[in-house]
């Protein structure tokens, strides 16, 4: 094409370009222009009602769809109010774009005015910005680079000054180098198969990192005699496996937490082992060995000791730890895969399996048995979004999902609220499968502005409200340890949430026992015969669990 272009319109056409697969945001004047020139490219773009809204959907569409998102928003206030989803993004290595207004250099007096580029970095993401009208789009370029090359969340500063001059439009054939993959030292992999063979219990755990080595890491462990586990963000990447332990964790069974703290060697595939994943170390006992490996030198024992660190590409290092392995011993060992074990993990890996007491009443629920009746209602081919609190390892444990797509847990942040935010973007990104969102009432009446946006969209989004009238986590937390608190502060009068989201234009309903499900049968009928195009919105009036297993293990990162 030749002849000028706006920067804005040139902006969008190279993001567009560069492949971006979604826009989410609140267009105001500054971003009006940029975001209009995304949707004439083809990219589809959902309004939220709020920028956080925006930034978290954004976030969970990249993680879900393998696509770079983008959230667009106004200057000043408009970037500020999607922060707290910003930092969640850049705290979990999330691709994504963010694609802000800012305000010309010269307008130091503007309402508008504040330093973007030290409160982008002030959330660990990186500060980039279209510098000039000829830059336009070597910066843009730049900034895609980043996100995906580095797995960074980029806030891409557009200046007023700069966005409604115009450039030549040079746009033509543009691209990205995908960075190569990081094969391991030879060396490295020697001492790692080393190690693999002296054990006799071995277990991997794979985080964020391992997704895409599925199978080079499952083939390692079929060959080694190792168990395996995931990190809470990975989670179902190993469904289907005869010695899948599930998660490990804080949200770990009983039977799993045994089987992992009896290992004697521990390696963690693209996962930094950090306090959530190994409860504070306590699920590595005395003299087992630990194992990193990481494409990130950076990443190698930043959370604890470990025996070694192998810097490469988690497939990479599992193809080439098996092929040394076989070298060494061709044929498979049984070690920690036996047939006993198998079938322990089958019947207890999964907290739904074990055996717990009912402590339902005659007006509330208890959440363990609700989230059993809901697994085994809803149908299978789901995606599951959780928010943070109290009751976050109900959904999380209880409720199946088919793969690590099935699974998207923004909590890097440890920010309540995000929960709806995460189910919508996830819906938007696997319109195949059904969307479920945990939430505890607090998470969710926070972010319950978005309801509408799941309403317009017309999403079959399943919303499971875990509704214990609190800040559950906090009731729990301070009771035990100040006794004499007053609690107070996080507690509320009941609210009829089924009443406001019908006001939404949801569906609602309250569950008190497990005879008032009728409601969710019936929705979930109209959704397999592909009729269902309303969210519904599910009451849980849930009985005191008096603090979650996992609870204890948060509060002592706190």
Same mark, same amino acid.
């Given at each position: 094409?030749?002849?000028?272009?706006?920067?804005?319109?040139?902006?969008?056409?190279?993001?567009?370009?560069?492949?971006?697969?979604?826009?989410?945001?609140?267009?105001?004047?500054?971003?009006?222009?940029?975001?209009?020139?995304?949707?004439?490219?083809?990219?589809?773009?959902?309004?939220?009602?709020?920028?956080?809204?925006?930034?978290?959907?954004?976030?969970?569409?990249?993680?879900?769809?393998?696509?770079?998102?983008?959230?667009?928003?106004?200057?000043?206030?408009?970037?500020?109010?999607?922060?707290?989803?910003?930092?969640?993004?850049?705290?979990?290595?999330?691709?994504?774009?963010?694609?802000?207004?800012?305000?010309?250099?010269?307008?130091?007096?503007?309402?508008?005015?504040?330093?973007?580029?030290?409160?982008?970095?002030?959330?660990?993401?990186?500060?980039?910005?279209?510098?000039?009208?000829?830059?336009?789009?070597?910066?843009?370029?730049?900034?895609?680079?980043?996100?995906?090359?580095?797995?960074?969340?980029?806030?891409?500063?557009?200046?007023?000054?700069?966005?409604? /001059?115009?450039? %030549?439009?040079? +746009? &033509?054939?543009? *691209?990205?180098?995908?960075?190569?993959?990081?094969?391991?030292? =030879? !060396?490295?992999?020697?001492?790692?198969?080393?190690?693999?063979?002296?054990?006799?219990?071995?277990?991997?755990?794979?985080?964020?990192?391992?997704?895409?080595?599925?199978?080079?890491?499952?083939?390692?462990?079929?060959?080694?005699?190792?168990?395996?586990?995931?990190?809470?963000?990975?989670?179902?990447?190993?469904?289907?496996?005869?010695?899948?332990?599930?998660?490990?964790?804080?949200?770990?069974?009983?039977?799993?937490?045994?089987?992992?703290?009896?290992?004697?060697?521990?390696?963690?595939?693209?996962?930094?082992?950090?306090?959530?994943?190994?409860?504070?170390?306590?699920?590595?006992?005395?003299?087992?060995?630990?194992?990193?490996?990481?494409?990130?030198?950076?990443?190698?024992? /930043?959370?604890? %000791?470990?025996? +070694? &660190?192998?810097? *490469?590409?988690?497939?990479?290092?599992?193809?080439?730890?098996? =092929? !040394?392995?076989?070298?060494?011993?061709?044929?498979?060992?049984?070690?920690?895969?036996?047939?006993?074990?198998?079938?322990?993990?089958?019947?207890?890996?999964?907290?739904?399996?074990?055996?717990?007491?009912?402590?339902?009443?005659?007006?509330?629920?208890?959440?363990?048995?609700?989230?059993?009746?809901?697994?085994?209602?809803?149908?299978?081919?789901?995606?599951?979004?959780?928010?943070?609190?109290?009751?976050?390892?109900?959904?999380?444990?209880?409720?199946?999902?088919?793969?690590?797509?099935?699974?998207?847990?923004?909590?890097?942040?440890?920010?309540?609220?995000?929960?709806?935010?995460?189910?919508?973007?996830?819906?938007?990104?696997?319109?195949?499968?059904?969307?479920?969102?945990? /939430?505890?009432?607090?998470?969710? +009446?926070?972010?319950?502005?978005?309801?509408?946006?799941?309403?317009?969209?017309?999403?079959?989004?399943?919303?499971?409200?875990?509704?214990?009238?609190?800040?559950?986590?906090?009731?729990?937390?301070?009771?035990?340890?100040?006794?004499?608190?007053?609690?107070?502060?996080?507690?509320?009068?009941?609210?009829?949430?089924?009443?406001?989201?019908?006001?939404?234009?949801?569906?609602?309903?309250?569950?008190?026992?497990?005879?008032?499900?009728?409601?969710?049968?019936?929705?979930?009928?109209?959704?397999?015969?592909?009729?269902?195009?309303?969210?519904?919105?599910?009451?849980?009036?849930?009985?005191?669990?008096?603090?979650?297993?996992?609870?204890?293990?948060?509060?002592?990162?706190?």
């Amino acid at each position: 094409m030749n002849g000028k272009a706006q920067v804005s319109v040139l902006v969008g056409r190279t993001l567009a370009r560069l492949g971006v697969g979604h826009v989410f945001g609140v267009v105001g004047s500054g971003n009006f222009e940029v975001t209009n020139a995304l949707i004439k490219e083809g990219i589809p773009y959902t309004a939220a009602r709020h920028e956080g809204g925006a930034a978290t959907m954004a976030d969970a569409y990249t993680r879900m769809s393998g696509k770079v998102g983008v959230v667009t928003t106004h200057q000043g206030c408009g970037l500020s109010n999607a922060i707290t989803g910003i930092g969640e993004a850049a705290k979990s290595r999330t691709p994504l774009i963010v694609l802000t207004a800012d305000t010309q250099t010269a307008a130091i007096r503007s309402n508008f005015k504040i330093d973007q580029d030290a409160l982008a970095r002030s959330v660990g993401a990186v500060a980039e910005r279209i510098h000039s009208a000829d830059t336009a789009i070597a910066d843009t370029v730049r900034a895609f680079r980043t996100a995906v090359n580095e797995r960074r969340t980029v806030v891409l500063n557009l200046p007023l000054d700069v966005q409604n /001059a115009t450039a %030549p439009d040079l +746009l &033509g054939d543009i *691209g990205i180098q995908e960075p190569s993959r990081i094969r391991p030292d =030879a !060396a490295a992999v020697e001492k790692l198969v080393g190690l693999i063979a002296e054990a006799r219990r071995p277990v991997f755990v794979a985080g964020r990192g391992g997704g895409g080595a599925r199978d080079s890491i499952l083939a390692l462990a079929r060959h080694a005699g190792a168990l395996v586990a995931t990190s809470a963000v990975a989670s179902g990447l190993f469904n289907g496996d005869s010695h899948n332990l599930g998660i490990s964790g804080g949200f770990s069974s009983p039977v799993t937490a045994e089987l992992i703290s009896g290992a004697d060697l521990i390696v963690g595939w693209g996962c930094t082992l950090n306090m959530w994943t190994m409860r504070h170390g306590r699920l590595i006992s005395a003299g087992t060995k630990v194992i990193q490996i990481d494409v990130e030198d950076a990443a190698l024992a /930043a959370n604890r %000791p470990i025996t +070694l &660190g192998v810097l *490469g590409d988690s497939a990479l290092v599992a193809e080439d730890a098996v =092929a !040394a392995l076989r070298r060494i011993q061709p044929a498979s060992a049984e070690k920690y895969r036996t047939e006993q074990n198998a079938l322990t993990i089958k019947q207890g890996s999964r907290w739904r399996d074990v055996e717990t007491p009912d402590l339902s009443t005659a007006t509330s629920i208890d959440p363990r048995v609700i989230s059993r009746e809901l697994d085994s209602i809803l149908p299978a081919d789901r995606i599951v979004a959780v928010d943070s609190g109290n009751y976050m390892g109900y959904p999380s444990q209880y409720l199946a999902v088919p793969d690590e797509f099935g699974f998207c847990f923004t909590q890097a942040f440890q920010a309540i609220g995000l929960g709806l935010y995460t189910a919508i973007g996830a819906a938007v990104a696997r319109p195949d499968r059904l969307p479920v969102l945990g /939430a505890g009432d607090g998470g969710f +009446l926070m972010g319950i502005t978005e309801l509408e946006t799941a309403v317009r969209l017309k999403l079959p989004l399943v919303c499971i409200i875990y509704n214990d009238a609190a800040y559950g986590a906090e009731v729990h937390h301070f009771a035990e340890h100040h006794g004499d608190a007053e609690l107070g502060t996080v507690c509320f009068p009941d609210t009829d949430v089924a009443a406001i989201a019908r006001g939404y234009g949801a569906d609602g309903v309250t569950v008190r026992t497990v005879d008032d499900l009728q409601p969710v049968r019936d929705w979930v009928a109209l959704y397999r015969n592909g009729k269902q195009e309303r969210p519904l919105v599910i009451d849980a009036k849930i009985a005191s669990d008096g603090g979650s297993w996992w609870l204890a293990e948060a509060f002592q990162g706190h």
